[in-house]
């Protein structure tokens, strides 16, 4: 099973992945003194992802951005701007933009292009699926790593991901999207329950 020790749950959605480089996901309600980022990638626009203040903590001259227009246009540093589909390369990591929105909601319409992402870092391939329902886009992705919402109200439900990483196949399945605004540890330990016997190890990480 690929390690996710260079993996680190910062609450909610945001994780940073140690390399090199530093890559941040989605930071939001960060501590002090975490190490500046080499890149920070945005899935949309909420405060819950976009959040300035946490943003300014780990963005230094030379960071890369990657996220949709939406979060670019209330981005005064430069972004490159991505799309579902396309791929960038940014500090040498290759980061792929995939769909991510609401099927039986309206908090994340597909039509706006939000994203989730995948990328490869130190070998192992993650993929964080931003904030979504079950889509089909997510079929046969099979990263390494998969970080799935699992709060349901804005996302997918524990039962709704549970269904999700079968259908994506990774090997490693962490639970996202609780604790902070909606949903709580019982939900990743639902999450777990569901995929026992899958073959897909589930890691609950502990909030850093």
């Known amino acids: 099973m690929p390690t996710t020790e260079n993996l680190h749950w910062?609450?909610?959605?945001?994780?940073?992945?140690?390399?090199?480089p530093v890559?941040?996901?989605?930071?939001?309600?960060?501590?002090?003194?975490?190490?500046?980022a080499d890149v920070?990638?945005?899935t949309h626009d909420h405060f819950?992802?976009?959040?300035?203040?946490?943003?300014?903590?780990?963005y230094v001259a030379g960071t890369t951005v990657v996220a949709p227009k939406e979060v670019a246009a209330k981005l005064k540093e430069p972004v490159r701007t991505i799309a579902p589909g396309?791929?960038?390369?940014?500090?040498?990591?290759?980061?792929?933009?995939v769909p991510a929105y609401n099927t039986n909601k309206t908090f994340h319409p597909k039509a706006d292009g939000k994203v989730g992402f995948v990328l490869t870092?130190?070998?192992v391939t993650y993929y964080h699926a931003g904030d979504t329902d079950v889509i089909p886009e997510m079929s046969g992705l099979a990263p390494?790593?998969?970080?799935?919402?699992?709060?349901?109200?804005?996302?997918?439900?524990?039962?709704?991901?549970?269904?999700?990483a079968r259908a994506i196949r990774p090997k490693v399945a962490v639970p996202m999207h609780y604790?902070?605004?909606?949903?709580?540890?019982?939900?990743?330990?639902?999450?777990a329950k569901l995929l026992e016997g899958s073959g897909i190890e589930v890691v609950i990480k502990q909030k850093e």
Not at 10 to 19: E, K, S, T
Not at 48 to 58: G, Y
Request: proline fraction near 7%; avoid cysteine.
């Open 179 to 191: 604790g902070a605004i909606v949903g709580s540890e019982g939900d990743a330990r639902r999450f």
């Open 40 to 42: 920070i990638l945005i």
């Open 86 to 97: 396309e791929t960038v390369t940014a500090k040498g990591v290759k980061v792929r933009a």
């Open 23 to 36: 890559v941040y996901i989605d930071p939001y309600q960060l501590g002090e003194g975490l190490p500046p």
């Open 10 to 20: 910062l609450g909610h959605d945001a994780f940073r992945i140690d390399g090199p």
């Open 144 to 164: 390494d790593v998969a970080l799935l919402p699992v709060s349901g109200t804005y996302v997918m439900t524990a039962d709704e991901a549970a269904e999700a």
């Open 48 to 58: 819950d992802h976009l959040s300035l203040p946490d943003f300014a903590k780990i």
């Open 121 to 123: 870092l130190g070998g």
